[in-house]
């Protein structure tokens, strides 16, 4: 159902805003904030466990992270599936764990595994292109559900292999059958991305995802023909910040009263839990039980 939701947003005529999350509750707020869309970020989840966006966690600890912001959520999952946990075995398993736990699509870099952030200085070792294609192909045969979305994730212009590169690869997992590229940057303005939307003539739509980059606008990528953009780490980025200057004016004030014009209230977290639904399930069905007659 949402794979397919998924699918109706890729054919509407809108730019596709879809917002990183980490567990239930950052994916409910994304959904409450008018998001099409929630990113499972590999990153998002490796830092709620304290550990390196760097294949730390396994498939299995990302997966249980994605399920719990599907049940949260009635909106479709798009899930961080870094390079895919291996070679094409895994990523066979991965495609039926992720589709038979109902997440709609799933998302996997041309990067060797173990993978490192794409923002981290280092190597950024890429796979070969015919590796990475059967990783593709594999995914795709796999797959049961036609609406089950795979987008191949270009990490050539992170690594510093250039723009022929990059086109390159594109061209191949399209053939490969991805049903989305994403091409990823980290220069401090879109140009690379623009350059390689504008240079790209395959038909497969187009993600990005605007981290290092932050001035591009909805209406520009509109403009560009970018069909989907992901916000992927934000919610995380901005929670942290909050919390450090709360722990922190806590200390300084020694009582909390300074901080709670600026904190959530218990009633919006109750609400956010689902509370007050739990409660008025308990009351109605209480009331039932109250005119059922007892059995002698």
Known sequence: MKAKKLRELFRS????????????????????????AIWASGFEISATYAVPD????????????????????????????????????????????????GLAGICIEDKQFPKLNSFVNGSQ???????????????????????FVVIARIEALIAEQGMEEALERAYAYEAAGADAILIHSKKKE????????????????I????????????????????K?????????RSAIKAMQKTFA???????TLGIEPNISTMQEVFELQGMFEMRRLEN??????????LRK
């Open 207 to 226: 993600v990005v995802v605007p981290t290092t980059y932050p001035k591009i606008t909805v209406k520009e990528m509109e403009n560009l023909g970018i």
């Open 54 to 101: 760097a294949n730390i966690l396994t498939m299995t600890e990302n997966l249980q992270a994605a399920v719990i912001m599907n049940t949260a959520t009635s909106i479709p999952v798009i899930c961080d599936c870094d390079s895919g946990y291996g070679n094409v075995n895994n990523v066979i398993r991965m495609v039926k764990e992720y589709e038979r736990n």
């Open 284 to 293: 109605m069905y209480k009331a039932i039980d109250l005119m059922v007659p």
């Open 228 to 236: 989907m953009v992901i916000y992927a780490n934000h919610g995380l």
């Open 125 to 147: 070792k890429l796979t070969p292109i015919h590796e990475f294609v059967g990783k593709i192909r594999a995914a795709k045969d796999t797959q049961e559900d036609p609406d």
């Open 190 to 205: 879109p140009d690379e991305i623009i350059e390689f939307v504008e240079s790209f003539k395959g038909s497969v739509p």
């Open 249 to 255: 004016q806590i200390l300084i004030d020694g009582n």
């Open 13 to 36: 005529n809108k730019v596709i805003r879809v917002m990183g999350a980490h567990n239930g509750l950052s994916a409910k707020l994304a959904e409450q904030a008018g998001f099409d």
